[in-house]
Nanobody, 123 residues
Framework: QVQLAESGGGLVQAGGSLRLSCAASGRTSSTYVMGWFRQAPGKEREFVAAVIRSSGYPYYADSVKGRFTVSRDNAKNTVYLQMNQLKPEDTAVYSC????????????????WGQGTQVTVSS
C-alpha cells in the first residue's frame, strides 16, 4: 500500500505560478514512477506529467510542456509539480498517483491515488 497526500493548490491569476507537492508514505520503495493528473468539471481525468523516481526523467502532456516542471526529492518521498504561466484552462483538481503497470500516460496504469488538490486560475 502507498498513501499519497497532495498540497499546494489554490487560487491564482492567469500568468501566475503554483507549486504542488505530493508526499508519499507506505511501500514507496515499490514505486518506480509517480504521475500527476488533473480533472476539470465535466471532463475526464487527464495526464499532466510523470517522473521516474530513480533518475528524475520527466514526461509531460503537450498542453503543459514548457510551463510545468515535475521533480522529486526521494529523501523526502515527495514529488513536485511547478506550474508557471498558468491559464484558466489549467483549472482542475490535481491528483498525484503511483504507477503500477503500463503506459505512464494512462489513468488505468496507476494503482494508488491521492485525494487531490484544487487549482483555480482566474482570467
Amino acid at each position: 500500500q502507498v498513501q499519497l497526500a497532495e498540497s499546494g493548490g489554490g487560487l491564482v491569476q492567469a500568468g501566475g505560478s503554483l507549486r504542488l507537492s505530493c508526499a508519499a508514505s507506505g511501500r514507496t520503495s515499490s514505486t518506480y514512477v509517480m504521475g500527476w493528473f488533473r480533472q476539470a468539471p465535466g471532463k475526464e481525468r487527464e495526464f499532466v506529467a510523470a517522473v521516474i523516481r530513480s533518475s528524475g526523467y520527466p514526461y509531460y502532456a503537450d498542453s503543459v510542456k514548457g510551463r510545468f516542471t515535475v521533480s522529486r526529492d526521494n529523501a523526502k518521498n515527495t514529488v513536485y509539480l511547478q506550474m508557471n504561466q498558468l491559464k484558466p484552462e489549467d483549472t482542475a483538481v490535481y491528483s498525484c498517483a503511483a504507477h503500477y503497470s503500463g503506459s505512464y500516460y494512462q489513468v488505468k496504469s496507476y494503482a494508488y491515488w491521492g485525494q487531490g488538490t484544487q487549482v483555480t486560475v482566474s482570467s
